[in-house]
């Protein structure tokens, strides 16, 4: 079964200290990764995503991905995190075609200042 | 560039009545759009895959005469919300698909009394 897992549901960091957020998907066929970011009032942005090659990944605002086919993961990271990164993120996977995709359950970022 | 609008941003109606929402993609033409609801503090779930000049691909257990889909027009699709009920107040989110991304509207709120 295709799935997304997003095993924390809400962070919380201090503005300037690093984040990663933990993504695994279960799929049944070559996994096309993506990282969303989504603001109150706002539609999904996408900060980056993965299809081949490298598999460490760089994307907007500062963020990057590391693709681990081992551990089935695709974990976003962000060295020093800004107060305006509190939002909500969503991990997804999927297909050649992307004509479905799956998502996590999303994880909420709260930045203390 | 890549901009998808939806139309209304909120919308409450009463219980039986019917709500049609618009999903337009501003400055680019799409073959394929996507709807999705979303419950709080849950992911977005893939309702149907929208393709112009043709049916809507339904996913198992979203009822297609409830919730109806027109992809008339390479930069609109609308979701009509059928005989609404206090159960489908819900987030409602489309994307538009554009070469290789999913671009998302911002979303809209529907609240059925």
């Known amino acids: 079964a295709q799935s997304v897992t997003q095993p924390d549901i809400h962070i919380t960091v201090s503005e300037g200290a690093s984040l990663e957020l933990r993504c695994n998907y279960s799929?049944?066929?070559?996994?096309?990764l993506f990282w969303y970011v989504q603001s109150p009032g706002q539609g999904l942005q996408l900060l980056l995503k993965?299809?081949?090659?490298?598999?460490l990944v760089q994307g907007i605002k500062g963020f990057e991905a590391e693709f681990k086919r081992s551990q089935s993961s695709f974990n976003l990271r962000k060295p020093s995190v800004h107060w305006s990164d509190a939002a909500e993120y969503f991990c997804?996977?999927?297909?050649?075609?992307?004509?479905?995709?799956?998502f996590g359950s999303g994880t909420k970022l709260n930045v203390k200042p | 560039g890549a901009v998808v609008s939806q139309h209304p941003s909120r919308v409450i109606c009463k219980s039986g009545t019917s709500v049609k929402i618009e999903c337009r993609s501003l400055?680019?033409?799409?073959?394929?759009m996507f709807w999705y609801r979303q419950f709080p503090k849950q992911s977005l779930m893939l309702m149907a895959t929208?393709?112009?000049?043709?049916?809507?691909?339904?996913e198992q257990g979203v009822e297609k005469d409830k919730f109806l889909i027109n992809h008339a027009s390479l930069t609109l699709s609308t979701l009509t919300v059928t005989s609404a009920h206090p159960e489908d107040s819900s987030f409602y989110i489309c994307?538009?698909?554009?070469?290789?991304?999913?671009?998302f509207g911002p979303g809209t709120r529907l609240t059925v009394l």
């Open positions: 994307s538009a698909l554009w070469g290789n991304e999913q671009f």
């Open positions: 799929y049944g066929a070559t996994p096309y």
């Open positions: 993965y299809f081949s090659g490298d598999t």
């Open positions: 997804a996977v999927g297909p050649y075609n992307f004509n479905k995709f799956y």
């Open positions: 400055d680019f033409q799409a073959t394929t």
């Open positions: 929208s393709n112009e000049g043709s049916k809507a691909t339904y």
